[in-house]
């Protein structure tokens, strides 16, 4: 009896450590997955103050790309309408350097921004038939003014970064107000001009960054008196920028009207109504990169509503639902949490605010009422607050069916 016991606790004992094994084993895979993935990020910064030189540069490159790409898309379009003839990228490149040899002034812009011009067209018809064939509104690729084309990029080759200073072929050196440093391995520099204001975009490529496991998940319910509400009670204030400066923009936008078309006048108050609408996006980004990077630190699962954002700017509140811009506040929490190892989890929006949080009990009222009361159990509760606890209770349950073996 006591070699059978023994027996048993050894077998107990063997099992008991390869249990462990494996579970050390697919930890240690899992870093290393974490580790090995590879990612592409940006990093953007102002060009700081070009030269008279550099900037009659930028500013021509930038013309004649836009050029380029209009010219491309007629001759797309012309081929088609008369002869039923498709034109693809590979065409359009062989013509490179006979457009030199006509229009010397092309020899001055580096040869890979040329050719990143035409796949800019080529990707335009791409996404042109592949709505058509998904039987959305396809939206023919339209031409270019100088308000809708804004930049250039250097794909692979062209440009260097040595410390603050950029080199650009065929323009110059110019300084960049490096506000951190470029992680990973640079591919493309993009040259983007913003109003009256020329930035330099990188996109590298670099390792994936875990970070510290919290322990800790949240449910978030997305609305306008508030910009988020926490399943913990948390209110996180929704600062309506667009909103507030609903002054500014008025005095603006009547000093436009005010003056001449085509006057230098009108040209200087559309240039100051367009600051006005920039610093908007800009506070406006900044507040969302801001608490995304708080919310992606502090919690390892985040459960949000899937919610239709092209329904809900077209709806009565579009203008408020737009000021929020919620749907760029839950890319940015995407990308964040996929770079950190953090769970992003999307649940249904129905009956999220209708349904008790504590007994299930479904409360209707309307978007009036911000406050939920339960007849059945006695709870009452912010209206959104109940949202969020029934979006972190979907989102946990949705994790567990999916989920297998995950840190």
């Given at each position: 009896m006591e070699e059978t016991k023994k027996v048993g606790i050894i077998k107990t004992g063997v099992k008991a450590t390869v249990i462990a094994i494996y579970?050390?084993?697919?930890?240690?895979?899992?870093?290393?997955?974490?580790?090995?993935?590879i990612i592409t990020k940006s990093f953007k910064f102002?060009?700081?103050?070009?030269?008279?030189?550099?900037?009659?540069?930028?500013?021509?490159?930038?013309?004649?790309?836009?050029?380029?790409?209009?010219?491309?898309?007629?001759?797309?379009?012309?081929?088609?309408?008369?002869?039923?003839?498709?034109?693809?990228?590979?065409?359009?490149?062989?013509?490179?350097?006979?457009?030199?040899?006509?229009?010397?002034?092309y020899k001055h812009i580096h040869s890979q921004v040329l050719q990143n011009v035409l796949k800019r067209c080529e990707r335009a018809f791409d996404g042109f038939f592949r709505r058509i064939k998904a039987k959305q509104t396809p939206g023919f690729p339209r031409f270019k003014s100088a308000s809708r084309y804004d930049s250039f990029c250097y794909p692979q080759s062209g440009f260097s970064l040595m410390g603050d200073k950029l080199t650009l072929s065929k323009i110059g050196?110019?300084?960049?107000?490096?506000s951190r440093a470029v992680i990973g391995k640079i591919k493309t520099c993009t040259i983007k001009k913003e109003i009256d204001k020329w930035f330099a975009i990188f996109t590298v490529e670099t390792s994936a960054e875990a970070l510290p496991k919290t322990g800790d998940s949240i449910g978030m319910d997305a609305g306008i008196l508030s910009f988020m509400t926490l399943s913990d009670g948390t209110q996180i204030d929704n600062f309506k920028y667009y909103e507030s400066t609903q002054k500014k923009l008025r005095t603006a936008q009547r000093r436009v009207a005010r003056r001449k078309k085509g006057s230098n006048g009108r040209k200087k108050a559309v240039l100051?109504?367009?600051?006005?609408?920039?610093?908007?996006?800009?506070?406006?980004?900044?507040f969302q990169h801001k608490v995304s990077t708080y919310l992606v630190k502090t919690y390892d699962v985040i459960c949000i509503e899937k919610l239709s954002i092209l329904g809900l700017s077209r709806g009565i509140l579009s203008k408020q639902m737009n000021d929020v811009a919620i749907g760029n506040f839950f890319l940015k929490l995407k990308y964040k949490a996929e770079n950190a190892d953090k769970r992003v989890i999307e649940v249904a929006p129905h009956w999220t605010s209708q349904d008790c949080s504590a007994c299930g009990e479904r409360v209707k009222k309307d978007l009036s009422v911000r406050v939920h009361h339960c007849l059945e159990c006695g709870l009452i509760l912010d209206r959104d607050e109940n949202a969020a606890k029934n979006i972190h209770r979907l989102g946990l349950s949705l994790l567990a069916q999916t989920q297998t073996?995950?840190?």
């Amino acid at each position: 009896m006591e070699e059978t016991k023994k027996v048993g606790i050894i077998k107990t004992g063997v099992k008991a450590t390869v249990i462990a094994i494996y579970a050390l084993q697919t930890i240690i895979t899992v870093i290393m997955k974490v580790a090995d993935k590879i990612i592409t990020k940006s990093f953007k910064f102002r060009i700081c103050d070009p030269s008279k030189i550099v900037q009659e540069r930028l500013e021509q490159t930038l013309y004649l790309c836009r050029s380029l790409y209009n010219a491309s898309l007629q001759e797309r379009r012309d081929a088609y309408q008369t002869n039923r003839i498709s034109i693809n990228y590979q065409h359009q490149q062989n013509q490179l350097p006979e457009i030199k040899e006509t229009n010397p002034e092309y020899k001055h812009i580096h040869s890979q921004v040329l050719q990143n011009v035409l796949k800019r067209c080529e990707r335009a018809f791409d996404g042109f038939f592949r709505r058509i064939k998904a039987k959305q509104t396809p939206g023919f690729p339209r031409f270019k003014s100088a308000s809708r084309y804004d930049s250039f990029c250097y794909p692979q080759s062209g440009f260097s970064l040595m410390g603050d200073k950029l080199t650009l072929s065929k323009i110059g050196k110019v300084k960049i107000k490096l506000s951190r440093a470029v992680i990973g391995k640079i591919k493309t520099c993009t040259i983007k001009k913003e109003i009256d204001k020329w930035f330099a975009i990188f996109t590298v490529e670099t390792s994936a960054e875990a970070l510290p496991k919290t322990g800790d998940s949240i449910g978030m319910d997305a609305g306008i008196l508030s910009f988020m509400t926490l399943s913990d009670g948390t209110q996180i204030d929704n600062f309506k920028y667009y909103e507030s400066t609903q002054k500014k923009l008025r005095t603006a936008q009547r000093r436009v009207a005010r003056r001449k078309k085509g006057s230098n006048g009108r040209k200087k108050a559309v240039l100051l109504l367009r600051k006005i609408h920039q610093k908007i996006k800009n506070q406006r980004n900044d507040f969302q990169h801001k608490v995304s990077t708080y919310l992606v630190k502090t919690y390892d699962v985040i459960c949000i509503e899937k919610l239709s954002i092209l329904g809900l700017s077209r709806g009565i509140l579009s203008k408020q639902m737009n000021d929020v811009a919620i749907g760029n506040f839950f890319l940015k929490l995407k990308y964040k949490a996929e770079n950190a190892d953090k769970r992003v989890i999307e649940v249904a929006p129905h009956w999220t605010s209708q349904d008790c949080s504590a007994c299930g009990e479904r409360v209707k009222k309307d978007l009036s009422v911000r406050v939920h009361h339960c007849l059945e159990c006695g709870l009452i509760l912010d209206r959104d607050e109940n949202a969020a606890k029934n979006i972190h209770r979907l989102g946990l349950s949705l994790l567990a069916q999916t989920q297998t073996v995950r840190l």
